[in-house]
């Protein structure tokens, strides 16, 4: 039984995506989230996800939905932010069932100063969901992990208690991922804070469990954003292990893997490192920063080859009065950025076993 007999293509809301991660789980894999800052963007991870019948989640940042509106709006009270984040939603709703691929569609890090981009989704979920009978979104995610941990749960608390009813997923973050990834700098934090433990967990758990069951939980094991130098930090996906086993041994044993883990900062990890957080209940990772590099790659490669195309409008090496028309029209560059795109989602699904699931 392939995920389309259990959920339909197209963006997944509700129980359907519960059904996606536990079939996920089951079968030992999990799912790339990739960060889409365009129509362009968003399209080429569709279009991987068909290539190789698999789901996909595909979420916008704060900073990736502002630039989705445009760059030339402002942002001063998160209105750019805001209408965005709901174009890439209402662009991807539209789109997705024609690629015939199930779809999470998912927000990124929600930091506290960032609540009113939050507050701002909500509201349009909130309208979808009476339109509808769903909500725009799939799934959100707060990260209130710079926060005391008291404050992070509570927030999560407070707004998790207005995501259930409607059937959006949370998606939470204890413990901090360092590194820096759109205007956020946890480059200099110590790094005993980038490794949470047991007890944490267990904490947002209980907390949240009290509202529902459908939240994820990104800890971190030493997660770091962007592609460095190894050396500094080091990766312990096993940690998710024994957050599994102290979850599972207060909830008296019943359930082997009761949470579902986010993998943030998975760029430049190793297959054996992704493997062992798969096996300990990851089912979604985090891809950015490797899909920004391959978006560039095709398009930089396209520039400096033709580049005897690309001097002026008209005259090429052909001869002084040939067109370029067919070199300079976006739809051939910025399509070479796409393919190149579309190759290393296929690799990110690859490396998390999410092939031919559909
Ligand atoms: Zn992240």
Redesign the pocket.
Same mark, same amino acid.
């Given at each position: 039984m392939g995920i389309l007999d259990i959920v339909p293509a197209g963006v997944l809301t509700g129980e359907n995506v519960v059904k996606l991660f536990n079939y996920a789980k089951e079968h030992k894999f999990a799912i790339p989230v990739i960060n889409v800052t365009s129509s362009s963007t968003a399209n080429a991870v569709l279009e991987a996800a068909r290539d190789i019948k698999s789901p996909i989640i595909i979420q916008v940042s704060q900073g990736g939905s502002a630039y989705f509106a445009g760059k030339g709006l402002a942002n001063d009270k998160q209105q750019a932010s805001i209408a965005g984040a709901k174009a890439a939603a209402l662009h991807v709703r539209a789109v997705a069932p024609l690629y015939g691929v199930p779809v999470v569609l998912h927000s990124? #890090?929600c930091a506290e100063k960032l609540l009113p981009w939050f507050d701002g989704m909500l509201e349009a979920d909130e309208a979808y969901f009476k339109e509808h009978g769903e909500p725009l979104f799939s799934s959100h995610m707060l990260d209130l992990s710079e926060e005391p941990k008291e404050q992070n749960i509570a927030t999560c608390v407070k707004y998790f208690k207005r995501m259930a009813p409607i059937g959006i997923w949370l998606e939470m973050e204890i413990g901090i991922?360092g590194g820096e990834?759109d205007g956020v700098d946890n480059t200099s934090v110590e790094n005993s804070r980038l490794y949470t433990q047991p007890e944490d967990i267990w904490d947002v758990y209980r907390a949240l469990s009290e509202i529902g069951p459908n939240f994820s939980i990104a800890a971190g094991f030493g997660n770091v #954003?962007g592609v460095y130098k190894p050396g500094n930090v080091k990766l312990e996906p096993g940690l998710l292990g024994k957050h599994q086993q102290y979850a599972s041994k207060q909830l008296g044993g019943k359930v082997e893997k009761p949470l579902y883990l986010v993998f #943030?900062?998975g760029s430049g990890s190793t297959k054996e490192e992704i493997k062992t957080a798969v096996v300990n209940g990851v089912v979604k990772m985090?891809v950015d920063t490797d899909t920004q590099w391959a978006y560039l790659v095709g398009i930089r490669d396209f520039v400096q080859n033709k580049s005897g195309y690309l001097q002026s409008q008209v005259g090429n090496p052909e001869g002084p009065d040939k067109p370029n028309k067919k070199y300079y029209d976006p739809r051939v560059w910025v399509r070479e950025g796409e393919k190149t795109l579309v190759t290393r989602v296929k690799e990110a699904c690859s490396d998390l076993g999410n092939v031919g699931h559909l």
């Open positions: 990124d #890090h991922t990834e #954003h #943030h900062g985090n």
